[in-house]
């Protein structure tokens, strides 16, 4: 009888075989970084006897950027597979180091593809998603993970755990490289791998492969619940405005769902999420007159005569993120912004937590502070809103941010990290100001 690891060492090639997302005699494109789970799409790939290619991105980023260039050179010389190597270098700061790494990669692989593109996302890798997702994103949507296929970007190892991909390389005897960023829990995903997978891996060993079967069967549920918003929505008349009487008398999941198709066809955009309290505040809308509600993003809800419709305006353009020496100081889109070491500015911080330079830029989506005196991290949207900020100003509204943390935002909050203590010196004072006044 075959041993568990010896078992499980052959569901890598058996489920990219069934997934049908590597066909024989194909192009396909390997997203090749060296690690454990590309070697092994890589290696499946060739078996499967796809027109296999592959690609490797080297940003510089660490010291052994080369060396995991150099693996995958001499990988695929061996495996008879042509590779692509792009040079791009990536620096820290301006926003997420992995978010930006990935939609480079993504780019690239759009411009080299012949065909479909292949990632090496595993059944762990989609746990890890759906916990983030479920802590940072409210509703459904959330839940559904990362899809088999997006477009030409194909998931042939989305059914298969970490560990069997650790089988079938042992098994095969490939090695691999491992990165090192991916233990660096200044990194969200690596949080969660390490602290919350870990946890939940020892109330059940099949932890992964669970959660990554919830995502499964939510994405497949989903389309059953969005063709039944899209009827709901053409029983109201199909838009762009619907009676808002008739939308009260819908249940509840099925009002959010309809009114987001609606917001949704109004925007121009997927997956506009409303929350159930901006669902409760647009069906309160009505009355007499034309009453609205702002929605960010250019988007509002218009209330007249009994009907609801939505309206996007063009949203301001976020001013691009600039480098503030300290001291110094720099213009961003309609502020001043300096740094002084004379003066105790709107905030004082740290001069050692900041160090010799800061980057200003604007608000992204998810951002995340631990404010000074609040004793937790807040994602900024929350901290917009307590703090009563106006939607028009949230994109342009200066973040200071240092080593891939926020520092302060204007106006708003110091993360308690950066703020100065009676025993900090020497401090420095950041101000914010209208470049006009």
Request: hydrophobic share 40%.
């Amino acid at each position: 009888m075959d041993s568990p690891g010896t078992q499980s060492a052959g569901r890598p090639l058996e489920a990219a075989r069934e997934s049908g997302l590597v066909p024989a005699g194909r192009p396909l494109l390997v997203l090749l970084s060296g690690g454990g789970d590309s070697v092994c799409l890589l290696d499946v790939a060739v078996r499967l006897g796809a027109r296999t290619s592959a690609l490797h991105v080297n940003y510089e980023l660490r010291a052994g950027a080369d060396e995991d260039e150099r693996f995958a050179r001499e990988l695929c010389e061996r495996l008879g597979v042509p590779l692509t190597v792009e040079r791009v270098p990536l620096s820290e700061g301006h926003g997420n180091l992995q978010d930006r790494a990935r939609e480079l990669r993504y780019a690239l692989a759009e411009r080299h593809a012949a065909a479909d593109y292949a990632a090496a996302h595993t059944a762990s890798d989609q746990a890890e998603t759906l916990l983030y997702r479920l802590a940072v994103s409210p509703g459904s949507r959330a839940l559904h993970g990362m899809a088999p296929r997006r477009g030409r970007l194909v998931r042939p190892l989305l059914e298969v755990t970490r560990g069997e991909v650790r089988d079938y390389l042992r098994a095969r005897g490939l090695s691999w490289r491992e990165d090192p960023s991916n233990a660096d829990r200044r990194f969200a995903r690596a949080r969660v791998r390490y602290d919350v997978v870990a946890a939940l891996r020892d109330l059940s060993p099949a932890a992964e492969r669970t959660i990554a079967e919830t995502a499964r069967q939510l994405r497949e549920e989903s389309e059953l619940v969005e063709s039944a918003a899209d009827d709901a929505l053409e029983e109201l008349g199909g838009g762009p405005a619907v009676s808002l009487a008739e939308l009260r008398e819908l249940p509840p999941a099925l009002r959010r769902l309809t009114l987001r198709r609606l917001a949704e066809r109004a925007a121009g955009e997927a997956g506009r999420p409303l929350s159930r309290r901006e669902v409760e505040d647009i069906l309160s809308l009505g009355g007499h007159g034309t009453k609205s509600l702002d929605l960010g993003g250019g988007l509002r809800a218009v209330a007249e005569y009994g009907t609801l419709r939505f309206t996007r305006a063009r949203e301001a353009r976020a001013p691009d993120p600039v480098t503030l020496p300290i001291p110094g100081q720099v213009r961003f889109g309609a502020w001043e912004i300096e740094a002084t070491l004379s003066a105790p500015g709107d905030v004082a911080v740290s001069a050692s937590a900041l160090g010799t330079s800061a980057s200003v830029r604007a608000w992204r989506e998810g951002d995340r502070m631990r404010p000074a005196g609040l004793g937790g991290t807040k994602t900024l949207q929350d901290l917009f809103t307590d703090r009563k900020v106006p939607r028009a100003l949230r994109r342009t509204l200066p973040v200071v941010e240092a080593a891939g943390r926020i520092v302060w935002v204007a106006g708003v909050a110091v993360d308690e990290h950066f703020a100065a203590r009676e025993e900090s010196t020497p401090r420095v004072g950041l101000i914010a100001r209208s470049a006009s006044g």
